[in-house]
């Protein structure tokens, strides 16, 4: 379990990596409204994405907080080189936006996380029957 996880969470910030190397000047721009923007929906699009496919991969309700955590791995590496090079990775952005990228990112893995755990405490309404 623990590969597949690393794998699905790889691919997950490998894809996130290139939105925003290929589209993140669009929404990710320095002063308030772009920044300001990120920081409130794409926590919340990771936290719904992992949960969807925690629900879709039909992950068991117990493993659904380790799964998730395991998804957040790979992030963490990917990045450490990605915040190491933003410069260099994301010359489509501002260079200031390092640290706000940084900080955007460490909001995504916690995203990740919670949803782990939420998904694994929730039970269904259908299923108190």
Known sequence: MIARWMIVGFVLWIIVALVFRFAGDVAFNP?????????????LVMLAVT?????????????????????????LLIGIYQINSFSTLFTNL??????SF?????????????????ASRLVRVSDKG
Do not use: Q
Request: hydrophobic share 60%; glycine share 8%; aromatic share 8%.
């Open 31 to 43: 002063g308030r409204d772009g920044v300001s923007w990120a920081f409130m929906l794409l926590p």
């Open 51 to 75: 949960y969807g496919l925690l629900i879709a991969l039909k992950v068991a309700p117990t493993d659904r907080a380790e799964a998730a955590s395991i998804m957040a791995v790979p992030g």
């Open 94 to 99: 501002d260079p200031s936006l390092a640290v």
């Open 102 to 118: 940084a900080s955007l990112m460490f909001a995504c893995y916690a995203a990740v996380i919670l949803a782990g755990i939420v």
